[in-house]
C-alpha cells in the first residue's frame, strides 16, 4: 500500500530532491570540464615556456655562451608559474639553472625538451611548474558554482515549504468545510477528492442529460409532516403559504450544499435524493448529513416563526437505470413508496434508515443508530468531530436561509 504524506511534506521533499539531483548533475559537469581545461592551460603553459627557451638557448648553447645561457633561464623564472628552469646535456648533466627561492619545490610538475641544432641534440631544458594556482582558478569556478547552487536549492526549498503549508492549510479547510468522513487521510489532495467525489458524481442537473443507460445509486429522502392538517386550521393562507415558502427555501439551498435533487411529494411531504455511481457508506453519511442539517435548520426555523412542526424523515437507497424513463420513473416510485411506509410507522423528530446492505454493525462506523425494525434503523447521533462540522454548517445555513 502506498504511504501517504502531506502535501506540506511531499512538494518541498520533490524540489530539494530536483535540486539535488541539479546539483549532482552539474557538478560531475562542471568538475570534468574544469578538470580538462586546467590542463590543456597547463600543458599550453609549458609548450609555450618550453618553445621560447629553446630558442634563446639553441645558439648560446651552441657557442657555449653560459652567461647567456643563465640569463636566459633567468628570463623564464620571471614568469610567477615557472618556479626553476634548468639545462641539462646530453650526458643528462646540469650545466645551469635558475629558481625562484621563495618557492616550495614540492608539489611541481616538470616539463622536458630536447634542444636540437642541425639534427644533433645539443641538450635539455626541464621547467618546473606550481600548478597549484592554475588549478586553484578553476577550482574557484567549481566553488562559486556549489556556493551559488546552495544559495538557490536553499531558496527553492524554503519556497516550496511555504508555498505547500499554504496549500496544504487551504485543502484542509476546504476539506473540513465539505460533507462526509471517514478514516484521516494524511494526503490532503486525496482526502479532498474523497469527500468531493460524491458531490461529483451527483451533480447531474436533470435526467435528460444521460446519454448511455448507466445505473447509479439512488438514495431517496422524505420529509413527512405529521401535523400538515392541523397547520392548515392554525394559520391562514398568507402564513401558511409563507411557512411553506422558507421550507423549500431551506430545503433547497441544503440539498444544494450536498448535491440533492428535489423530486415531487405528495401533501405534506418532500422528497429529495443523492445519487451516486455505486453505493457506499461514504454515499449514506453524506445523506444523513443532509437530512440531519434539514432537520435542525427546519427546527431553528419553527422556533423562529413561532410554529409547531412535527416531521420525520426517513432514507431509503436502490439501484436505478435511468434509461428508459419509465423504468427509472418506476424505481424511483417504489423508493418513495419505501420511504412512506416507514414514515408511517415513525413518531416526528425521528431519522429512520432502511437497507438491506448494511447490518447495524457496519452502519456504526459511520454514526450511532438504534435498531427499529427489520433492515430498520434510527439514527441516533454522530461521533463528536463530525457533529462539530455539521455544527458549522447548519449555523452557515441559517445565516443564509433564516
Not at 520533490?14 to 574544469?34: F, H, K, N, P
Not at 526549498?157 to 468545510?177: D, K, M, P, V
Not at 442537473?205 to 447509479?216: A, L
Not at 415513525?346 to 438491506?356: A, K, N, Y
Amino acid at each position: 500500500m502506498q504511504r501517504q504524506y502531506s502535501v506540506a511534506k511531499k512538494l518541498p521533499a520533490a524540489v530539494l530532491s530536483l535540486c539535488l539531483l541539479l546539483g549532482l548533475l552539474a557538478s560531475l559537469l562542471i568538475s570534468s570540464q574544469t578538470q580538462q581545461l586546467a590542463h590543456e592551460t597547463i600543458a599550453d603553459k609549458s609548450r609555450s615556456a618550453l618553445s621560447q627557451l629553446d630558442d634563446l638557448i639553441r645558439t648560446p648553447l651552441f657557442n657555449n655562451d653560459l652567461i647567456s645561457v643563465q640569463v636566459a633561464l633567468s628570463r623564464t623564472v620571471e614568469d610567477p608559474a615557472i618556479v626553476s628552469a634548468s639545462l641539462f646535456d646530453v650526458e643528462e648533466q646540469l650545466i645551469s639553472q635558475s629558481r625562484q627561492s621563495q618557492k616550495p619545490s614540492d608539489e611541481l610538475e616538470s616539463y622536458r625538451r630536447e634542444i636540437e641544432l642541425q639534427d644533433s641534440i645539443l641538450g635539455a631544458v626541464v621547467i618546473e611548474l606550481d600548478t597549484q594556482p592554475i588549478y586553484g582558478k578553476y577550482r574557484n569556478v567549481m566553488l562559486s558554482w556549489l556556493l551559488l547552487w546552495f544559495v538557490f536549492t536553499a531558496a527553492c526549498t524554503y519556497g516550496s515549504l511555504q508555498f505547500a503549508e499554504q496549500l496544504a492549510r487551504r485543502l484542509r479547510i476546504l476539506s473540513n468545510r465539505l460533507p462526509g468522513g471517514g478514516d484521516p487521510i494524511i494526503d490532503e489532495l486525496t482526502a479532498l477528492e474523497a469527500k468531493i467525489q460524491p458531490l461529483l458524481s451527483g451533480s447531474g442537473s436533470g435526467f435528460g442529460d444521460e446519454d448511455s443507460n448507466n445505473g447509479y445509486y439512488y438514495t431517496v429522502v422524505r420529509a413527512s409532516i405529521k401535523n400538515r392538517q392541523r397547520l392548515n386550521h392554525q394559520l391562514n393562507r398568507d402564513n401558511l403559504e409563507q411557512l411553506f415558502e422558507k421550507i423549500d427555501y431551506c430545503t433547497a439551498r441544503t440539498i444544494e450544499l450536498y448535491g440533492g435533487h428535489r423530486v415531487e411529494g405528495a401533501d405534506g411531504s418532500i422528497y429529495f435524493y443523492i445519487r451516486s455511481t455505486q453505493n457506499s457508506k461514504q454515499q449514506l453519511l453524506l445523506c444523513l448529513m443532509a437530512v440531519y442539517s434539514l432537520q435542525q435548520l427546519l427546527e431553528r426555523l419553527s422556533s423562529k416563526l413561532g410554529v409547531d412542526l412535527e416531521i420525520n424523515w426517513t432514507v431509503c437507497g436502490g439501484n436505478l437505470n435511468t434509461l428508459p424513463l419509465l423504468s427509472f420513473d418506476e424505481g424511483l416510485a417504489a423508493l418513495k413508496d419505501q420511504c412512506a411506509q416507514l414514515a408511517d410507522q415513525l413518531q416526528e423528530g425521528l431519522i429512520g434508515l432502511r437497507t438491506t446492505e448494511y447490518d447495524i454493525q457496519a452502519l456504526s462506523s459511520i454514526a450511532r443508530f438504534l435498531v427499529f425494525d427489520e433492515n430498520c434503523f434510527v439514527l441516533e447521533g454522530f461521533p463528536e468531530g463530525r457533529q462539530t462540522l455539521l455544527e458549522k454548517q447548519i449555523i452557515h445555513l441559517a445565516s443564509v436561509c433564516l
